[in-house]
Structures are given as structure tokens and as C-alpha cells.
């Protein structure tokens, strides 16, 4: 079993919808949950984190931690075409540098 | 945010040889830099740490007489994959990492990338 779960996708939807993006995870000792937004042969650009449980908002993203249950969420409202790529939910523990990636999630935001 | 640049963009090398790739932290000292790789609709896969001054620290399964790392200045560090195959053909990118407290949130900011195709 892979430490993070991520949908690959392709996930296709008209812009101006709701997306929701999710992943789970298999160790408990991950305190610290990212998300980050890579656009094809970039490096990836950090979205947002959050620390431990509860949501955090930026805009039009919103993350939210659900530690009980080991499953977080990226909400991005009002999509627009700029937002399609790829989207890496992250995670480490509070001592180590080290970050272990989703697999990514491809995101299109049809116009 | 902090700027992280990677040279080249794109390399392409017969087999057999060796490539250097750079990664420089722009406006900032980086102690820590970390090198990952990304095969294609993959994820990234963290290959080493490096640490100015001191010797990488290599994940499991990852050859470190092939991929050598050097971190000689808190803001250069270098990859240089040594007799390259075609399964070597992969996206290269590095991360530096801003000091911080120990234990808190210590954001990683990645450079480009540095799209490798071994011939």
C-alpha cells in the first residue's frame, strides 16, 4: 500500500464549477498536508498548506485535513482554464524534511 | 516566493555519458536541497537529500556512484548522472529549502526542472 492515494484522473469540468480534489494516506504521523499545482514540464508550485486538522482558505482554494479519517481535500471554486493541471497533494511529519507525493490528479477547466 | 533555477531546461546525451545538472537558490541560502525525479503522468520521487558541506543522503534503491550529488555552496547544488542510459531518461528537479525553526514548516521551493533524454 502506497503511504498517499491520489485519483489520477483526467478530471474534466466546465469552468466555473466546483472541483474537488482528495487524497488519503496511511501514515499517522503526517502533520504537515500541501498541495501543489504543477503545469505541464514545470516544477511544482505550492498551493497551500495546512498543519494538522481543519481547513485553511485562499481565495478560491480552500484545503481541508481530516486526520481522523486520513483523507484530505482541495475545493476550488469558480474554476477557470488557468487552473487546468496537475495537482500533487504532499505530506510530511513534523521532524522530517522529507515529502512523500500523491501521484497527482490532471485537471482540466473546459472554457 | 523564493526563486529556484535549474540549468539546463532540457538535455539530450547519448548513452554512456555523463550530465550535469545545476540547481541554484536565487535569493536565498539554502542549507538543504533535495533532488526528485518524475517519470512521465508520475509522481515525484524524492532521490536524495543534500545538505551543504556534507555528504548526500540517498532513498533507498537509488545508486549513489551513478547519481552523484555535490552541495558545496548554500546556494549551488549539482546532479551529475554518470554513464547514462536511456532508462535514465527522466524529469530532473530540485527543491532548496528555507531555514527555519527546527520542527516547524520549512517550505521547499522547486526549481523548473531539467527534462533529461538519454539516446
Known amino acids: 500500500q502506497k503511504e498517499v492515494e491520489q485519483d489520477p484522473g483526467p478530471l474534466s469540468v466546465p469552468e466555473g464549477a466546483i472541483v474537488s480534489l482528495n487524497c488519503t494516506y496511511s501514515?499517522?504521523?503526517?502533520?504537515?498536508f500541501m498541495w501543489y499545482r504543477q503545469y505541464s514540464r514545470k516544477g511544482p508550485e505550492l498551493l497551500m498548506y495546512?498543519?494538522?486538522?481543519g481547513n485553511k482558505e485562499d481565495g478560491r482554494f480552500t484545503a481541508q485535513v481530516d486526520k481522523s479519517s486520513k483523507y484530505i481535500s482541495l475545493f476550488i471554486r469558480d474554476s477557470q482554464p488557468s487552473d487546468s493541471a496537475t495537482y500533487l497533494c504532499?505530506?510530511?511529519?513534523?521532524?522530517?524534511?522529507?515529502?512523500?507525493f500523491g501521484s497527482g490528479t490532471r485537471l482540466s477547466i473546459r472554457p | 516566493g523564493a526563486v529556484v533555477s535549474q540549468h539546463p531546461s532540457w538535455v539530450i546525451c547519448k548513452s554512456g555519458t555523463s550530465v550535469k545538472i545545476e540547481c541554484r537558490s536565487l535569493d536565498f541560502q539554502a542549507t538543504t536541497m533535495f533532488w526528485y525525479r518524475q517519470f512521465p503522468k508520475q509522481s515525484l520521487m524524492l532521490m536524495a537529500t543534500s545538505n551543504e558541506g556534507s555528504k548526500a543522503t540517498y532513498e533507498q534503491g537509488v545508486e549513489k556512484d551513478k547519481f552523484l550529488i555535490n552541495h558545496a555552496s548554500l546556494t549551488l547544488s549539482t546532479l551529475t548522472v554518470t554513464s547514462a542510459h536511456p532508462e535514465d531518461s527522466s524529469f530532473y528537479i530540485c527543491?532548496?529549502?528555507?531555514?527555519?525553526?527546527?520542527?516547524?514548516?520549512?517550505?521547499?521551493?522547486f526549481g523548473p526542472g531539467t527534462r533529461l533524454t538519454v539516446l
Open positions: 504532499a505530506m510530511r511529519d513534523s521532524s522530517a524534511s522529507k515529502i512523500i
Open positions: 501514515n499517522s504521523a503526517f502533520q504537515y
Open positions: 527543491s532548496a529549502q528555507t531555514p527555519g525553526l527546527a520542527g516547524g514548516y520549512n517550505e521547499q521551493f
Open positions: 495546512t498543519y494538522s486538522s
